[in-house]
DNA sequence: GCTTGCTTCTACAGCTACTGTAGATGTTAT
DNA sequence: ATAACATCTACAGTAGCTGTAGAAGCAAGC
């Protein structure tokens, strides 16, 4: 059995992450020692590996939720992991193509300016004023991860 | 003068929204009528509008906020502003970067899987060990907006 | 004058996924 | 025994809003 800090260490994952995962109901509760202190086994810093490379590669909590008790039914079908993978591709296209958008505009806004005054500033005047952005680029929407 | 539900369907905002940045100084504090209700002029229409259209293109409030103070002054010279332009653009590069490298590990544990029962399932492999991910891929970091 | 319905007001909770902190214990090494 | 460190609980804070509750203002129709 591993102390939390071990496990931490191990996963590259602060002690208060695992904390938090075990409140979520992501991890399971853990045993507790005479001392009360969180007690692991193999598995569970396997299921936290798992947890933490989903969350690199951008999958959301629910997601990984849900992947997770797939894996834990390994005769099922795996038609619903592959959809929740083919969603976070998606995802991750519609933000790249929405980056890709603010940074053709950023680009844009820093070349034209020649330096100078901010009263002359190319990006200060752009920000200002939406009209001289390239048309259909950054309609808005979310981004993130 | 305008309501605040004028202005917020002026610039695309919720009126809480709105609140929200007087809330936290980026937008001055709204004289009030007799009944209490804010009272805008078309210059605050036009800040909100430049702290929207930054924000659709990435900017955090706080760049925003010295973006909006420098184009209070507009007299300086404009280096502060076109930095600030550069750094969300460096951002918008790392960002790009960072997405396409989990696009690719994404597409290839999709591509991978031929269907079938969840314990052969690519995805949930490759999710269980780092170690089937294309080398110097996807090494973490900070994703967002 | 009164009711209905809309807008606005304040104040606060909630979202994601953690991270940091305080103050109290438990454990280990010297 | 004492110091140093790990762990415990509980709560606040991060970014940038968004939603809600309950009260109050305001305009139109009757
Ligand atoms: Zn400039
Ligand atoms: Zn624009
Ligand atoms: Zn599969
Ligand atoms: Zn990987």
Not at 130 to 140: I, N, T, V
């Given at each position: 059995m591993y102390t939390i800090g071990h496990v931490a260490r191990a996963t590259d994952c602060k002690v208060q992450t695992i904390r938090y995962y075990e409140q979520i109901g992501i991890l399971p509760q853990a045993p507790r020692s005479e001392g009360n202190r969180r007690l692991y086994a193999q598995a569970d810093i396997d299921r936290l590996a798992f947890i933490r490379h989903a969350r690199e590669l951008g999958f959301p909590l629910d997601s990984i939720r849900d992947l997770l008790s797939l894996s834990d039914?390994?005769?099922?079908?795996?038609d619903a992991a592959d959809a929740i993978a083919c969603r976070q591709l998606d995802q991750a296209n519609r933000r790249i193509e929405r980056l890709n958008a603010l940074k053709r505009e950023l680009e844009r806004m820093i070349k034209q300016c020649r330096g100078g005054k901010i009263s002359d500033c190319r990006v200060i005047e752009v920000l200002s004023d939406?009209?001289?952005?390239?048309?259909?680029?950054?309609?808005?929407a979310e981004a993130s991860p």
């Open positions: 039914n390994p005769d099922q079908p795996c939406h009209g001289q952005c390239l048309k259909d680029d950054h309609q808005m």
